[in-house]
T-cell receptor, first 114, second 108 residues
Framework: DADVTQTPRNRITKTGKRIMLECSQT?????MYWYRQDPGLGLRLIYYSFDVKDINKGEISDGYSVSRQAQAKFSLSLESAIPNQTALYFCATSAYPADRAEQYFGPGTRLTVT | GIQVEQSPPDLILQEGANSTLRCNFS?????LQWFHQNPWGQLINLFYIPSGTKQNGRLSATTVATERYSLLYISSSQTTDSGVYFCAVSYTGNQFYFGTGTSLTVIP
């Protein structure tokens, strides 16, 4: 079984709808991250969390919210989806200390907002 | 944030050829990783290499932290090496910064 899983893998939704992307990990890592990738670009950080009570905004958090339900679960919500949020979304984890540890990525969720 | 520049942006190789991909970064880092994004979008860890040299089969990487660059070497390329190669860096472990990648196509 994969260490970092994401659901759904693909999703098409309409403008204005609320949508949640979920991430689970079995690596036992404290740190979890959400990124988005736009075509032809690298990944950009949306939110990161160091434990259940510690959630921080990344580079591009506007229009997104997150919830860390447990050490192993980190979800990303789009409260009112808009077309420019169409992208590939990745969840990642890392061990402590994160500045000296590898990040491990889930398989990605391809989101299309029409 | 830390600026990350990767070169070349695109690369087309004949199977069996060698290549060097470069990652330049604008500030001191404690964490540097190379990833391969395959044609299905999956990100595969290649190297965690904040400094020094590592080798894994046909791939090797070198980071010269004092000069703020890293190199990824691919030898005897295969069609399965096709995809996009990303460099990602961080100083604090809070924020990771990715380059825009090198798109590699290996032709049989």
């Amino acid at each position: 079984d994969a260490d970092v899983t994401q659901t759904p893998r693909n999703r098409i939704t309409k403008t204005g709808k609320r949508i949640m992307l979920e991430c689970s990990q079995t690596k036992g890592h404290d740190r979890m991250y959400w990124y988005r990738q736009d075509p032809g670009l690298g990944l950009r950080l949306i939110y990161y969390s160091f434990d259940v009570k510690d959630i921080n905004k990344g580079e591009i958090s506007d229009g997104y919210s997150v919830s860390r339900q447990a050490q192993a679960k980190f979800s990303l919500s789009l409260e009112s989806a808009i077309p420019n949020q169409t992208a590939l979304y990745f969840c990642a984890t890392s061990a402590y200390p994160a500045d000296r540890a590898e990040q491990y990525f889930g398989p990605g969720t391809r989101l299309t907002v029409t | 944030g830390i600026q990350v520049e990767q070169s070349p942006p695109d690369l087309i190789l004949q199977e069996g050829a060698n290549s060097t991909l470069r990652c330049n970064f604008s500030d001191s880092v404690n964490n540097l990783q190379w990833f391969h994004q395959n044609p299905w979008g999956q990100l595969i860890n290649l190297f965690y290499i904040p400094s020094g040299t590592k080798q894994n089969g046909r791939l090797s990487a070198t980071t010269v932290a004092t000069e703020r660059y890293s190199l990824l070497y691919i030898s005897s390329s295969q069609t399965t090496d096709s995809g996009v190669y990303f460099c990602a860096v961080s100083y604090t472990g809070n924020q990771f910064y990715f380059g825009t990648g090198t798109s590699l196509t290996v032709i049989p």
